[in-house]
């Protein structure tokens, strides 16, 4: 799901482009990770993510690294958080 406009002017952002995080399972790594439903996932070490597919091709990308730090914005809070690719389909 696109950033909507007032997120982006009121975070900065430029290029409008996030994942809108709907759910997160309990125990997922999405969970461990710390990932809130409501949270939008903007950026894996530092590529912007324009999409669903793209967050999974980027997850992809740095599967054999052990930490990937994604930023995401919380409610009027943008911040990093670790998740460990190697456990997404965990």
Not at 9 to 23: C, D, P
């Given at each position: 799901m696109p950033l909507p406009p007032r997120l982006?002017?009121?975070?900065?952002?430029?290029?409008?482009?996030?994942?809108?995080?709907?759910?997160v399972q309990p125990g997922s790594p999405a969970d461990k990770a710390g990932l809130k439903t409501g949270d939008l996932l903007v950026r894996l070490d530092g590529e912007a993510v324009t999409g669903v597919d793209d967050m999974f091709r980027l997850l992809d990308a740095h599967r054999i690294e052990k930490i990937v730090t994604a930023t995401i914005v919380r409610g009027n809070t943008l911040t990093e958080i670790e998740i460990c690719p190697e456990d997404r389909d965990g």
């Open positions: 982006a002017f009121k975070h900065g952002f430029i290029q409008q482009s996030s994942v809108y995080i709907r759910e």
